[in-house]
Protein backbone atom coordinates (compact mmCIF):
# COMPACT_ATOMS: atom_id res chain seq x y z
CA UNK A 1 0.00 0.00 0.00
CA UNK A 2 1.19 3.71 -1.05
CA UNK A 3 1.66 5.70 1.89
CA UNK A 4 0.56 9.84 1.76
CA UNK A 5 3.00 11.55 -0.81
CA UNK A 6 3.66 15.14 -0.81
CA UNK A 7 5.30 17.27 -3.77
CA UNK A 8 7.49 19.06 -3.89
CA UNK A 9 10.09 17.88 -1.56
CA UNK A 10 11.95 20.86 -1.14
CA UNK A 11 10.90 24.71 -2.78
CA UNK A 12 12.74 27.67 -2.80
CA UNK A 13 10.73 30.82 -3.67
CA UNK A 14 10.78 34.25 -3.31
CA UNK A 15 8.66 36.86 -1.11
CA UNK A 16 5.80 37.66 -2.46
CA UNK A 17 5.68 34.70 -5.07
CA UNK A 18 3.20 31.90 -4.98
CA UNK A 19 3.72 28.46 -4.51
CA UNK A 20 1.41 25.47 -4.93
CA UNK A 21 1.99 21.97 -2.57
CA UNK A 22 0.37 18.77 -3.23
CA UNK A 23 -0.63 16.14 -0.90
CA UNK A 24 -2.03 12.20 -1.71
CA UNK A 25 -3.18 10.88 0.46
CA UNK A 26 -3.36 6.99 1.09
CA UNK A 27 -6.08 5.76 -1.44
CA UNK A 28 -9.53 5.29 0.42
CA UNK A 29 -8.47 8.28 3.50
CA UNK A 30 -11.29 10.14 3.10
CA UNK A 31 -9.60 12.62 5.76
CA UNK A 32 -7.23 14.62 5.04
CA UNK A 33 -5.07 17.02 7.15
CA UNK A 34 -2.69 20.09 6.75
CA UNK A 35 0.17 20.57 9.24
CA UNK A 36 3.17 22.78 9.29
CA UNK A 37 5.84 23.04 10.90
CA UNK A 38 7.55 26.50 11.58
CA UNK A 39 11.48 27.61 12.60
CA UNK A 40 11.49 24.27 14.54
CA UNK A 41 8.49 24.93 16.62
CA UNK A 42 5.97 22.58 17.37
CA UNK A 43 3.38 20.62 14.57
CA UNK A 44 0.83 23.15 13.85
CA UNK A 45 -2.48 22.09 12.37
CA UNK A 46 -4.08 24.14 9.35
CA UNK A 47 -6.85 22.31 8.19
CA UNK A 48 -8.66 19.15 8.03
CA UNK A 49 -10.97 17.74 4.78
CA UNK A 50 -13.53 15.43 4.91
CA UNK A 51 -13.47 14.12 1.25
CA UNK A 52 -14.17 17.63 -0.71
CA UNK A 53 -15.00 19.36 2.29
CA UNK A 54 -13.64 21.17 4.82
CA UNK A 55 -14.15 20.10 7.91
CA UNK A 56 -12.36 22.52 10.10
CA UNK A 57 -9.93 24.99 8.72
CA UNK A 58 -9.20 26.90 12.07
CA UNK A 59 -5.71 26.70 11.52
CA UNK A 60 -5.31 28.53 8.62
CA UNK A 61 -3.01 31.27 9.35
CA UNK A 62 -4.48 34.31 7.42
CA UNK A 63 -5.89 34.52 3.69
CA UNK A 64 -2.57 34.01 1.79
CA UNK A 65 -3.53 30.06 1.97
CA UNK A 66 -5.95 28.42 0.27
CA UNK A 67 -6.25 24.78 0.00
CA UNK A 68 -8.70 22.83 -1.87
CA UNK A 69 -9.23 18.97 -2.47
CA UNK A 70 -11.38 19.07 -5.57
CA UNK A 71 -13.28 15.42 -5.64
CA UNK A 72 -12.02 14.30 -2.68
CA UNK A 73 -9.04 12.72 -3.44
CA UNK A 74 -5.58 14.85 -3.64
CA UNK A 75 -5.06 18.30 -2.20
CA UNK A 76 -2.92 21.45 -2.49
CA UNK A 77 -2.34 24.20 -0.65
CA UNK A 78 -1.27 27.51 -2.11
CA UNK A 79 0.28 30.49 -0.47
CA UNK A 80 -0.02 33.47 -2.40
CA UNK A 81 2.14 36.10 -1.93
CA UNK A 82 4.18 33.88 0.12
CA UNK A 83 6.36 35.65 2.79
CA UNK A 84 9.07 35.01 5.16
CA UNK A 85 7.26 34.01 8.05
CA UNK A 86 5.62 31.06 5.83
CA UNK A 87 9.36 29.00 5.83
CA UNK A 88 8.82 25.99 7.84
CA UNK A 89 7.74 22.10 6.90
CA UNK A 90 4.54 21.50 5.68
CA UNK A 91 3.51 18.12 6.43
CA UNK A 92 -0.11 15.80 5.41
CA UNK A 93 -1.84 13.12 6.67
CA UNK A 94 -4.30 11.33 6.12
CA UNK A 95 -6.69 8.52 7.94
CA UNK A 96 -9.52 6.31 6.90
CA UNK A 97 -12.78 8.05 7.80
CA UNK A 98 -14.30 6.33 10.59
CA UNK A 99 -11.25 6.15 12.43
CA UNK A 100 -11.55 10.08 13.58
CA UNK A 101 -9.50 9.53 16.75
CA UNK A 102 -6.86 6.92 15.51
CA UNK A 103 -3.13 7.49 13.90
CA UNK A 104 -2.87 9.59 11.12
CA UNK A 105 -0.57 8.55 8.33
CA UNK A 106 2.11 11.32 7.29
CA UNK A 107 3.85 12.13 4.45
CA UNK A 108 7.27 13.11 4.27
CA UNK A 109 6.59 17.21 4.49
CA UNK A 110 7.26 19.50 1.83
CA UNK A 111 9.87 22.25 2.92
CA UNK A 112 9.46 25.91 2.05
CA UNK A 113 11.68 28.12 1.87
CA UNK A 114 11.01 32.25 1.19
CA UNK A 115 13.67 34.31 1.11
CA UNK B 1 -1.33 28.43 26.21
CA UNK B 2 1.00 25.57 24.83
CA UNK B 3 -0.96 21.89 24.48
CA UNK B 4 1.44 19.01 24.25
CA UNK B 5 4.48 20.71 26.36
CA UNK B 6 6.84 17.77 26.44
CA UNK B 7 10.60 17.37 28.02
CA UNK B 8 13.46 16.94 27.97
CA UNK B 9 13.82 18.80 24.52
CA UNK B 10 17.15 17.19 23.80
CA UNK B 11 18.49 13.56 25.20
CA UNK B 12 21.70 11.70 24.65
CA UNK B 13 22.09 8.08 25.59
CA UNK B 14 24.30 5.26 25.30
CA UNK B 15 22.91 2.26 23.17
CA UNK B 16 21.65 -0.07 25.97
CA UNK B 17 19.99 2.23 28.71
CA UNK B 18 16.79 3.24 28.74
CA UNK B 19 15.30 6.83 27.57
CA UNK B 20 12.02 8.19 28.89
CA UNK B 21 10.00 11.41 27.46
CA UNK B 22 7.70 13.38 29.07
CA UNK B 23 4.61 15.58 27.72
CA UNK B 24 1.91 17.20 29.19
CA UNK B 25 -0.79 18.65 27.69
CA UNK B 26 -3.60 21.16 28.91
CA UNK B 27 -7.00 20.37 27.83
CA UNK B 28 -9.05 17.14 27.61
CA UNK B 29 -8.42 14.75 25.21
CA UNK B 30 -9.82 11.15 23.77
CA UNK B 31 -6.46 9.48 23.15
CA UNK B 32 -2.91 10.37 23.34
CA UNK B 33 -0.53 9.56 20.45
CA UNK B 34 3.22 9.34 19.92
CA UNK B 35 4.90 9.69 16.56
CA UNK B 36 8.55 9.74 15.43
CA UNK B 37 10.50 11.58 13.05
CA UNK B 38 13.89 10.41 11.57
CA UNK B 39 15.57 13.45 10.30
CA UNK B 40 14.12 14.34 6.62
CA UNK B 41 11.29 12.42 7.12
CA UNK B 42 7.60 11.85 7.97
CA UNK B 43 6.05 11.49 11.25
CA UNK B 44 5.23 7.73 12.04
CA UNK B 45 3.20 6.94 14.42
CA UNK B 46 4.08 4.76 17.32
CA UNK B 47 1.72 3.93 19.66
CA UNK B 48 -1.39 5.51 20.70
CA UNK B 49 -3.06 5.89 24.18
CA UNK B 50 -6.82 6.37 25.02
CA UNK B 51 -8.12 8.32 27.81
CA UNK B 52 -9.50 5.25 29.62
CA UNK B 53 -5.98 3.62 29.33
CA UNK B 54 -3.38 3.84 31.72
CA UNK B 55 -0.69 1.77 30.39
CA UNK B 56 0.13 0.49 26.97
CA UNK B 57 3.11 -1.51 25.70
CA UNK B 58 4.42 -2.18 21.96
CA UNK B 59 7.59 -4.18 21.48
CA UNK B 60 10.28 -1.68 23.52
CA UNK B 61 7.84 1.28 24.00
CA UNK B 62 5.84 2.18 27.04
CA UNK B 63 3.63 4.77 27.47
CA UNK B 64 1.51 6.08 30.27
CA UNK B 65 -1.03 8.01 30.75
CA UNK B 66 -2.17 10.41 33.93
CA UNK B 67 -4.97 11.86 33.26
CA UNK B 68 -5.29 13.61 36.51
CA UNK B 69 -1.96 15.30 35.76
CA UNK B 70 -2.58 15.59 32.29
CA UNK B 71 0.71 13.99 31.23
CA UNK B 72 2.33 11.07 29.34
CA UNK B 73 5.81 9.32 29.33
CA UNK B 74 7.45 7.41 26.52
CA UNK B 75 9.89 4.99 27.62
CA UNK B 76 11.99 3.28 25.29
CA UNK B 77 14.19 0.26 26.61
CA UNK B 78 17.41 -1.38 25.45
CA UNK B 79 17.65 1.88 22.80
CA UNK B 80 19.71 1.33 19.81
CA UNK B 81 21.47 3.57 17.23
CA UNK B 82 18.41 3.37 15.13
CA UNK B 83 15.90 4.71 17.91
CA UNK B 84 17.76 8.30 16.87
CA UNK B 85 14.95 10.70 16.19
CA UNK B 86 12.66 13.29 17.13
CA UNK B 87 9.62 11.83 19.59
CA UNK B 88 6.94 14.16 19.42
CA UNK B 89 3.51 13.81 21.68
CA UNK B 90 -0.04 14.62 20.26
CA UNK B 91 -3.19 14.46 21.80
CA UNK B 92 -6.63 14.51 20.19
CA UNK B 93 -9.98 14.65 21.47
CA UNK B 94 -12.03 17.04 23.61
CA UNK B 95 -13.91 19.34 21.15
CA UNK B 96 -11.61 18.44 18.60
CA UNK B 97 -12.92 16.35 15.48
CA UNK B 98 -9.58 14.32 14.21
CA UNK B 99 -7.36 17.16 14.26
CA UNK B 100 -4.06 16.61 16.66
CA UNK B 101 -2.19 19.02 18.70
CA UNK B 102 1.35 18.44 19.15
CA UNK B 103 4.29 19.62 21.60
CA UNK B 104 7.28 20.79 20.49
CA UNK B 105 8.93 17.35 20.27
CA UNK B 106 12.42 15.95 22.19
CA UNK B 107 15.20 14.82 19.85
CA UNK B 108 16.79 11.48 21.53
CA UNK B 109 20.10 10.66 20.06
CA UNK B 110 21.61 7.44 21.04
CA UNK B 111 25.85 6.72 20.47
CA UNK B 112 26.46 3.60 20.25
Known amino acids: EAGVTQFPSHSVIEKGQTVTLRCDPISGHDNLYWYRRVMGKEIKFLLHFVKESKQDESGMPNNRFLAERTGGTYSTLKVQPAELEDSGVYFC?????????????FGPGTRLTVL | SQQGEEDPQALSIQEGENATMNCSYK?????LQWYRQNSGRGLVHLIL?????REKHSGRLRVTLDTSKKSSSLLITASRAADTASYFCATAGGTSYGKLTFGQGTILTVHP
Open chain 2, 49 to 53: IRSNE
Open chain 2, 27 to 31: TSINN
Open chain 1, 93 to 105: ASSPLLETHNEQF
